[in-house]
């Protein structure tokens, strides 16, 4: 069973504008919630992370929003910028557990 | 910085044949990981360990064995390997939990079996 889904699989956004990207997860244990960016033959790396006591969590560009009663959390990403274009994970975690979403590849055109 | 270090970018091998992935990480972390990586399902967790020759299944273990003798090194083995086991593979290493649980990755493995 996915407890954590991201349901956009691509997403294109021009350069400058906001990209958002979403993820809904369906285990209310989860306490910690992380997003990870990938390009193309690299692994994961670490980008924003938000706890379960926060609401939202920001980083420069990124921002991470944590709506616990929709089990629901997003990442805005302003201003886009082509370097960005990536396939974008969103994790959950509770102890040693981490689960994770079969990613959005974001696409932001010049 | 912390490194995840996968002994193989690209492998391809044959069914029947066992293979052996390395994942060695430098930051002395007690937690490390195998997973798999496939279009439309993410990453799905295949082994973890917590320790030294400590070792616990994930969602998907059938058809893999893992090895950890030393802290630093945690191997992925496919006993006999089968085409479905194409795949890209990735090696994780934490800190031992805590409340900022962020795993670290290699670059991962594509392993090709025909």
């Known amino acids: 069973d996915q407890q954590v889904k991201q349901n956009s699989p691509s997403l294109s956004v021009q350069e400058g504008r906001i990209s958002i990207l979403n993820c809904d997860y369906t285990?209310?244990?989860?306490?910690?919630f992380l997003w990870y960016k990938k390009y193309p033959a690299e692994g994961p790396t670490f980008l924003i992370s938000?706890?379960?006591?926060?609401d939202k969590n920001e980083d420069g560009r990124f921002t991470v929003f944590l709506n616990k009663s929709a089990k629901h959390l997003s990442l805005h990403i302003v201003p886009s910028q082509p370097g960005d274009s990536a396939v974008y994970f969103c994790?959950?975690?509770?102890?040693?557990?981490?689960?994770f979403g079969a990613g959005t590849r974001l696409t932001v055109k010049p | 910085d912390v490194k995840v270090t996968q002994s193989s970018r690209y492998l391809v091998k044959r069914t029947g044949e066992k293979v052996f992935l390395e994942c060695v990480q430098d930051?002395?972390?007690?937690?490390m990981f195998w997973y798999r990586q496939d279009p439309g399902l993410g990453l799905r967790l295949i082994y973890f360990?917590?320790?030294?020759?400590?070792?616990e299944k994930g969602d998907i273990p059938e058809g893999y064995s893992v090895s950890r003798e030393k802290k630093e090194r945690f191997s992925l083995i496919l006993e006999s390997a089968s085409t479905n086991q194409t795949s890209m593979y990735l090696c994780?290493?934490?800190?031992?939990?805590?409340?900022?649980?962020?795993?670290?990755f290699g670059a991962g493995t594509r392993l090709s079996v025909l």
């Open positions: 938000i706890s379960s006591i926060k």
């Open positions: 930051m002395d972390h007690e937690n």
């Open positions: 994780a290493s934490s800190r031992r939990s805590g409340a900022k649980n962020i795993q670290y």
């Open positions: 285990n209310s244990m989860f306490d910690y």
């Open positions: 360990s917590y320790d030294v020759k400590m070792k």
């Open positions: 994790a959950a975690s509770v102890v040693n557990d981490m689960r």
